[in-house]
């Protein structure tokens, strides 16, 4: 596949005309060529989404929402491919992308056509002074969105879509790991009538690309969702711009299970909430701590439910762990477990690259389980973002809130247990921008998302996503 650029509604080389090599992490082999754009590539984007702002801010949000709607219809219509094409370009199985990934790309495009119908400011009347306020809240004009690789048109979409949804014009650059599926979108915003320049996609590196786009004075916000390193190197380039900035960034988030939950509902979660997307998804629940009363039957029964999990090609049907997205990243998640005994661990399961027959050098790993004692490890401080958990048990429940809180990282955390007491103890104290409680990964697209300490600054979703994207302006008039 040769990728292009999308700049004022056309498909571009980038004007340097360096490429960069795209591989199928499924067989490790290059199957395309994307652009390695630099800044005046960027510069040609935002000159296009300056000229496109002017209309697209002051159309009616009817309008607006039609575009939108139709951009989500187009990408429901397109299942199928695109899910494939996802698939190839990151390695997660096909049915994941078919029924996670690309429906949820659909549904952020609805959910912003919607919501900005329904988006309000307040007003607030000065009694006694003879004057009103009301806030006015305007579109920035140019904005930066940039995604990671683990979720690619999920994420990329899950910024776009506020963003012009609130009036902006966008430069965009999806990982260069995983650009597929933002190319293919770009055909898709072509047919539904969005116009030129509302929408601009440039590939290429973060060090290149993505720093020209967060370094430059014309993009007034970025949103972001990587690494915590990058996000700090972002926040470091764009505060003296003093640019609206929205970070996601890592997690290292804690599973906490309760002898008192309902053990079988837990169980099968806990294998999704661990290996999902081979692990690679922010949210996964990879530190899992245990109530010492079940510890020894959950490492049982979860090493048995693990071990029937199949590794195997991404399109094969009954594939449930493809391949890790990169070389480079399969070599980063096996350097933890390498160390794993070092830093006093156990591996209780997995631990090996996995030959899958006809394709052995795709990038396959084992789903790995690690017994710890000590959340001191690396292994429990890190972020590893792939199919490796560690487990360790708890005595109570002061115990397992301190091992909880015990990392820079702040996303998400999850907790099984049937005491309502100790919900609410337990969801007052952890210090994480999402608590889950006896589910994981439900999302309502209306709730704020983001996490605390390292792992980010900001919330996006619902109408936090909204008001990230505009500005507000006070009214005050004065009346006799
Ligand atoms: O992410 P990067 P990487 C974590 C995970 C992973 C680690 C590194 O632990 O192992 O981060 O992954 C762009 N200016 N997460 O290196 O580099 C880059 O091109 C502007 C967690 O792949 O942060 C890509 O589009 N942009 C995470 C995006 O940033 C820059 C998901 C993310 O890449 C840039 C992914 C720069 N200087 C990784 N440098 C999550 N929170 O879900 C890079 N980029």
């Not at 690619?152 to 506020?162: E, H």
């Not at 590196?205 to 007034?220: E, N, R």
């Not at 301190?402 to 099984?416: H, I, M, P, R, V």
């Amino acid at each position: 596949m040769q990728i292009q650029n999308y700049i004022n509604g056309q498909f571009v080389n980038p004007i340097s005309d360096s490429w960069l090599d795209n591989y199928n992490p499924a067989n490790g082999e290059v199957y395309g060529k994307i652009p390695n754009s630099d800044i005046a590539d960027v510069e040609k984007a935002i000159e296009a989404a300056e000229l496109a702002f002017k209309n697209w801010s002051k159309i009616t949000l009817e309008e607006r929402g039609q575009i939108l709607l139709k951009i989500s219809e187009l990408i429901l219509a397109n299942l199928q491919s695109l899910a494939e094409a996802e698939s190839k370009d990151n390695g997660k199985p096909v049915s994941l992308a078919k029924e996670v990934d690309i429906p949820r790309a659909a549904s952020n495009f609805k959910y912003f056509a919607n919501a900005i119908t329904q988006f309000s400011s307040e007003a607030h009347e000065s009694i006694g002074h003879n004057a009103v306020n009301f806030t006015l809240r305007e579109p920035l004009g140019v904005v930066g969105c940039i995604s990671p690789w683990n979720l690619p048109l999920y994420l990329f979409t899950w910024k776009i879509a506020p963003a012009i949804a609130a009036g902006n014009c966008v430069i965009a650059k999806p990982s260069e790991v995983t650009p597929a599926t933002a190319f293919l979108l770009a055909e898709i915003c072509k047919e539904a009538g969005l116009p030129n320049g509302v929408l601009n996609i440039i590939h290429g590196l973060g060090s290149t690309t993505g720093q020209a786009i967060v370094a430059h004075q014309k993009i007034k916000a970025i949103s972001f969702t990587g690494g915590t390193k990058t996000g700090a190197h972002i926040a470091k380039v764009a505060a003296p711009m003093f640019k609206k900035l929205s970070l996601e960034l890592g997690g290292k988030n804690p599973n906490i299970i309760f002898a008192d939950c309902d053990y079988d509902k837990m169980l099968a979660t806990t294998v999704r909430s661990s290996f999902a997307n081979q692990g690679q998804i922010c949210l996964c629940g990879s530190r899992i701590f245990v109530e010492h009363k079940i510890y020894e039957k959950f490492k049982t029964d979860f090493i048995q439910k693990v071990s029937e999990l199949k590794v195997g090609h991404p399109s094969k049907e009954e594939t449930q762990i493809g391949a890790l997205v990169s070389q480079q990243h399969l070599e980063k998640v096996k350097s933890y477990i390498d160390i794993a005994e070092k830093e006093g661990g156990k591996i209780l399961y997995g631990g090996n690259k996995v030959e899958v027959a006809n394709f052995e050098n795709g990038y396959y790993l084992q789903p790995t389980i690690i017994e710890v004692n000590s959340n001191q490890c690396k292994l429990n401080q890190e972020e590893i973002f792939g199919p490796v958990v560690t487990i360790m048990r708890f005595e109570t429940d002061k115990q397992a809130i301190e091992l909880a809180n015990d990392t820079k990282y702040g996303l998400s955390a999850t907790l099984w247990t049937n005491n309502l007491n100790r919900t609410m103890q337990f969801s007052k104290q952890l210090k994480t921008g999402i608590v889950w409680v006896n589910t994981w990964m439900l999302r309502d697209l209306r709730t704020p998302f983001g996490g605390q300490k390292e792992s980010g600054v900001g919330r996006e979703g619902g109408f936090e996503a909204l008001r990230f994207f505009t500005e507000q302006k006070n009214l005050c008039i004065k009346y006799n």
